[in-house]
């Protein structure tokens, strides 16, 4: 590796505290922005569709966003940065929740399904997963809950297993259903990674309680963490059902499925094209962006290849690392470049992978072909 990068050991004021946490503030805007949806709904056509101007104005503010490169400061205290995730656990639970409540015994053929699709699904991705990212990462029983809970609310708690226990181990490498081949277009990617990824955690947990190999009826796996989401989630479900009928089921399943679709969208572009020959994992085989509106919104995650090249660094505390190549947009800047423009995405991830020397051209000037 390059040099460490070098942070700030210097005691910090209050004064510089406060100016250093107040942009992270910027992670309750989607669930701000859905909590104002579902708390004042139902809504005329017109009126629900002005929820969605604030998640595709992100998009575009994204792209402009200018850079971030400071390094973090190792004195600055954590507990304001501890708070503002428990603020954003608790927006989870309740926008969830008031979404079912807005939808109780209304008619399915409503804007506000739709729209709850986009704005709550969103601030379940950005300010839901992101976050149960950060938590099932973290030391301390309690805090992997209220991640594995969070992931409950997108019927995506697998992920909780196989995130850490496996993409973790096993990333830029084939036996890892998280890593995009070079080449690979989001819609290969996504058909690939979702079941992969699911038998993986079933994999992981079956062989935690003793043989990879069990039958779904073994009763071990009444033990079985991913057996447990599957639960919750369905419970979840059922109780929105019951309770709040079939417009609010409706919603909630298309927010889920919009937030885990935003996570793999981040999966592919985190590692695409990137391969491990080394034990261990370099900031060299994560992508990172510098984009301020990435960093402060989604909670640090944009500086990914510190985090898997320490795993269980807090996010205000991840660092910039040069040595990683770059994306060409912040995070949510590059949607609609994966989603719409899917070639001109792998031309602009193969010129810097070229460039840098990675992936496919660590060993070879050749450029392979790249597909649509």
Known sequence: MDDVPQIDAAPVSSTRALAVFAPHTLALLFPLNALAFVATGPHRGWVSALFLVPVFGSVWLDAKSGPETRQPSARIPAGPFDALLLILVGLQFANVLLLARMLHGVGVLRADVLVAMVVVG?????????????????????????????????????????????????????????????????????????????????????????????????????????????????????????????????????????????????????????????????????????????????????????????????????????ESPKLPKGYLAMFPLVLGRNARFQSLMTEELRRRRLGPFVHAESSPAVSA
Not at 241 to 253: K, Q
Not at 276 to 294: A, I, N
Request: with cysteine; proline share 3%.
């Open 122 to 322: 969103s601030s379940s991705a950005w300010s839901g997963i992101v976050v149960a990212h950060e938590l099932v990462h973290r030391p301390g029983r309690v805090w992997q809950t209220l991640g594995r809970l969070i992931l409950c609310t997108v019927v995506y708690e697998h992920f909780s297993t196989e995130h850490v226990r496996g993409h973790h181990l096993r990333v830029g490498t084939e036996a890892d259903p998280a890593t995009a081949r070079f080449g690979e277009s989001f819609r290969h990617f996504y058909a690939r990674t979702v079941p992969a990824q699911f038998r993986s955690a079933w994999r992981l947990e079956a062989k935690r309680l003793g043989d990879p190999d069990m039958k779904w009826y073994d009763r071990r796996l009444l033990r079985s963490r991913v057996v447990h989401g599957v639960v919750a989630e369905g419970a979840i479900a059922v109780a929105i059902a019951v309770l709040a009928g079939p417009a609010a089921i409706v919603a909630h399943v298309l927010q889920a499925w919009w937030a885990s679709r935003a996570l793999e969208v981040v999966n592919y572009f985190e590692h695409w094209g990137l391969r491990r020959e080394s034990k261990r994992v370099l900031p060299m085989h994560s992508w990172d962006t510098h984009s301020r509106f990435t960093y402060y919104a989604l909670t640090g995650l944009s500086r990914h290849a510190d985090h898997h090249a320490f795993a269980s660094r807090p996010y205000q505390q991840l660092r910039v690392w040069e």
